[in-house]
């Protein structure tokens, strides 16, 4: 089956583009075109924009109770859930997401983010009167912001459109989404289940292309606001854009988590699941924990077990259901990871797993070796830069107080964890730790809960209440003072 497009979903409908120009989507295992989809115009842009603008200022959506929202979004949920699957394969074929992980999260996470946000669409305050300070109630309101520009990236595509674009639509706000160009062909599916569930035209509208395309819609005075996920280089550019204009923006950018073993931790169960959370999605995710710091007297301890356990992780074909680790989505990317071992190298840190080249076994894709670094100073640019790849620093502390600041000696703050036998002790230590985000002896995202980052790695939240308030205005409706007596 050919997974070629030839059109864009806009105003509720597929609109032939503006020009002829297309993105081709290669697949990252194969180095071959596995589709075509065209790639918008300015033209696109605006014609997108313009259907959001409409659907916002003249149609139903917004003036629909959010009871009925909440209906046709709980419709798009049941659709979803019956392409699992086919959703978790088209991603791992576009951007090379080992389908183990794909089957895991890229699918049925969104899903779970669907039927959270669902949950706490049905409790949320939207209208409610609360007693004034001048003897009268006053009445507070939330209401959608307006037309949306969502902004997704191509490592956990679904994942990260969901957390924009069903909160937005439930506060009543229309869309328009950008998809990355390396993985547009997810948008598409999604498009046909919005549409099948009864979003009206105009609601949501979707235009794959690159960073002139995004830069125009950021840009555009018919968006009301920005919700980007991607690097922090980008969300900077962004984030001035937004200011200079006084545009709602919300921010999900980049991280560089550590992972603090404690000196009673598990090393086999700390091991096993930092073979999954510093490597996920082949080291492509923001809140991977990449530094690992270890005590000085277990130092040696858990370079070996952890050089053990990510070097001999299993590379190869995204869709074989054995593989660990799969392809870097583009060739620049794969390049960029390997500048980055060799730079390790060059800055004296010790190779103790992976290294530069190709994987064994493997002569064409865009792989990477899964390494190990030890003698890793937090200075070094291996241990400060986000890599977006399958290397892991394992650096060494002196007491829970260095470990601590060596954690918080970053740009960054979006995630994090701590690996110990005594939770309240986790918990001292998640204390002090500046960031977003902090697992125990784990780290699961829990869509109740808010999820974002502290300093350069973003601005507001996504997820829980606190996520879905980012897509509202709050308006206070003062009541008449009640009759003197």
Not at 134 to 146: A, Y
Not at 172 to 183: D, L, N
């Amino acid at each position: 089956m050919s997974l070629d497009r030839d059109a864009f979903y806009i105003d509720g409908g597929w609109r032939a583009p503006a020009s002829d120009a297309t993105l081709r989507v290669v697949s990252p295992h194969s180095e071959e075109v596995i589709a075509t989809v065209p790639e918008a115009s300015v033209g696109d842009v605006d014609a997108a924009v313009a259907a959001a603008r409409k659907a916002f200022d003249e149609g139903p959506w917004p003036r629909m109770t959010p009871a009925e929202r909440i209906a046709v979004i709980e419709a798009f949920s049941g659709l979803y859930a019956a392409k699992l699957t086919e959703m978790a394969e088209l991603i791992s074929l576009e951007m090379g997401s080992p389908t183990s992980f794909s089957q895991l999260a890229q699918s049925p996470a969104p899903w779970m983010q669907i039927e959270s946000f669902l949950a706490i669409a049905r409790e949320f305050p939207w209208e409610a009167a609360r007693p004034g300070s001048l003897g009268s109630d006053v009445v507070v309101r939330h209401e959608p912001v307006g037309v949306v520009a969502a902004i997704p990236p191509w490592n956990v595509p679904q994942f990260t459109v969901m957390s924009k674009v069903v909160p937005a639509l439930l506060a009543g706000c229309t869309v328009v989404v950008k998809p990355a160009p390396e993985s547009p062909l997810d948008c598409y599916l999604m498009a046909e289940l919005l549409h099948e569930a009864g979003v009206p035209a105009g609601a949501v509208n979707i235009v794959a292309g690159g960073r002139e395309v995004g830069q125009h819609l950021v840009a555009h005075p018919g968006v009301d606001k920005v919700a980007f996920t991607g690097s922090t280089a980008a969300g900077r550019q962004i984030g001035a854009t937004c200011g200079e204009q006084l545009k709602r923006v919300s921010l999900e950018l980049g991280g560089k988590s550590a992972a603090i073993v404690l000196e009673d931790a598990d090393l086999a169960a700390t091991v096993e699941g930092l073979k999954f959370l510093s490597v996920m999605n082949s080291g492509q995710a923001c809140v991977a924990q990449t530094r690992v710091l270890a005590p000085r007297s277990r130092y040696e301890e858990v370079v070996e077990a952890l050089a053990a356990g990510i070097g001999g992780m299993q590379v190869g074909d995204p869709m074989d259901p054995a593989t660990e680790i799969g392809p870097m989505v583009a060739q620049r990317q794969q390049e960029r990871v390997q500048k980055y071992i060799a730079l390790g190298q060059e800055e004296g840190a010790r190779l103790v797993a992976g290294g530069v080249g190709m994987p064994d076994g493997l002569d064409r894709g865009w792989y990477v070796r899964p390494t190990v670094f030890a003698d890793v100073d937090n200075r070094m640019r291996i241990a400060q830069e986000e890599i977006f790849g399958p290397v892991v620093s394992v650096i060494a502390y002196d007491g829970v107080e260095d470990a601590v600041r060596i954690a918080n000696d970053s740009d960054y703050g979006l995630a994090g964890t701590v690996w110990t036998a005594d939770v309240e002790a986790g918990l001292q230590v998640a204390r002090g730790v500046r960031t977003g985000t902090y697992g125990i002896n784990t780290y699961t995202m829990d869509f109740a809960a808010p999820f974002g980052g502290f300093k350069a790695s973003g601005l507001g939240r996504e997820f829980g209440p606190e996520g879905l308030g980012q897509y509202t205005e709050l308006k206070s409706v003062y009541l008449p003072l009640p009759p003197a007596e």
